[in-house]
Protein backbone atom coordinates (compact mmCIF):
# COMPACT_ATOMS: atom_id res chain seq x y z
CA UNK A 1 0.00 0.00 0.00
CA UNK A 2 1.31 3.20 -1.20
CA UNK A 3 1.01 6.34 0.68
CA UNK A 4 -0.74 8.85 -1.28
CA UNK A 5 -3.11 12.05 -0.87
CA UNK A 6 -6.28 9.89 -0.88
CA UNK A 7 -4.97 7.95 2.07
CA UNK A 8 -4.13 11.15 4.09
CA UNK A 9 -7.61 12.08 3.21
CA UNK A 10 -8.89 8.74 4.50
CA UNK A 11 -6.93 8.97 7.87
CA UNK A 12 -8.33 12.44 8.22
CA UNK A 13 -11.45 11.59 7.72
CA UNK A 14 -11.12 9.10 10.55
CA UNK A 15 -9.51 11.02 12.76
CA UNK A 16 -12.93 13.36 12.34
CA UNK A 17 -15.26 10.36 12.34
CA UNK A 18 -13.52 9.44 15.74
CA UNK A 19 -14.06 12.91 17.30
CA UNK A 20 -17.56 13.12 16.16
CA UNK A 21 -18.85 9.84 17.45
CA UNK A 22 -17.62 10.43 21.36
CA UNK A 23 -20.52 11.17 23.48
CA UNK A 24 -20.29 13.90 26.29
CA UNK A 25 -22.21 11.73 29.23
CA UNK A 26 -20.63 8.84 28.59
CA UNK A 27 -16.82 9.23 27.70
CA UNK A 28 -16.06 12.91 28.48
CA UNK A 29 -17.53 13.54 31.69
CA UNK A 30 -15.43 10.22 33.22
CA UNK A 31 -12.41 11.51 32.12
CA UNK A 32 -13.53 15.06 33.44
CA UNK A 33 -14.29 16.59 30.26
CA UNK A 34 -17.59 16.76 30.66
CA UNK A 35 -19.83 20.43 30.18
CA UNK A 36 -19.99 21.31 34.07
CA UNK A 37 -16.06 20.82 34.57
CA UNK A 38 -15.41 23.95 32.06
CA UNK A 39 -16.53 26.59 34.50
CA UNK A 40 -14.25 29.27 34.35
CA UNK A 41 -13.90 32.95 36.00
CA UNK A 42 -14.88 36.27 33.70
CA UNK A 43 -11.45 37.42 31.87
CA UNK A 44 -9.75 34.17 32.74
CA UNK A 45 -7.71 32.85 29.16
CA UNK A 46 -9.34 29.21 28.53
CA UNK A 47 -6.84 26.72 29.21
CA UNK A 48 -5.94 23.86 26.54
CA UNK A 49 -8.70 21.34 27.85
CA UNK A 50 -11.51 23.65 27.30
CA UNK A 51 -10.18 24.68 24.38
CA UNK A 52 -10.24 21.14 23.44
CA UNK A 53 -13.18 20.59 24.74
CA UNK A 54 -15.03 23.47 22.30
CA UNK A 55 -13.01 21.89 19.62
CA UNK A 56 -14.86 18.29 20.02
CA UNK A 57 -18.11 20.25 20.56
CA UNK A 58 -17.66 22.17 17.62
CA UNK A 59 -16.74 19.25 15.42
CA UNK A 60 -19.74 17.51 17.09
CA UNK A 61 -22.58 20.13 16.09
CA UNK A 62 -20.90 21.00 12.76
CA UNK A 63 -19.49 18.22 11.02
CA UNK A 64 -22.12 15.27 11.80
CA UNK A 65 -24.12 15.85 8.65
CA UNK A 66 -21.01 16.54 5.49
CA UNK A 67 -19.64 13.26 7.42
CA UNK A 68 -22.19 11.19 6.15
CA UNK A 69 -21.70 12.52 2.82
CA UNK A 70 -17.87 12.47 2.55
CA UNK A 71 -18.17 8.77 4.57
CA UNK A 72 -20.32 7.81 1.77
CA UNK A 73 -18.38 9.07 -1.38
CA UNK A 74 -15.24 7.35 -0.10
CA UNK A 75 -16.85 4.27 0.56
CA UNK A 76 -18.30 4.45 -2.99
CA UNK A 77 -14.54 5.06 -4.03
CA UNK A 78 -13.39 2.32 -2.24
CA UNK A 79 -15.96 -0.03 -3.86
CA UNK A 80 -15.04 1.37 -7.35
CA UNK A 81 -10.88 1.13 -7.10
CA UNK A 82 -10.75 -1.27 -4.68
Given at each position: ?????????????L?V????????????????????????G?????????????L?????T???V?????????????????
Amino acid sequence: MAFTLYSLIQAAILCVNAVAVLHEERFLSKIGWGVDQSVGGFGDEPGVRVQMMNLVRSVRTVMRVPLIAVNSVCIVLLLLFG
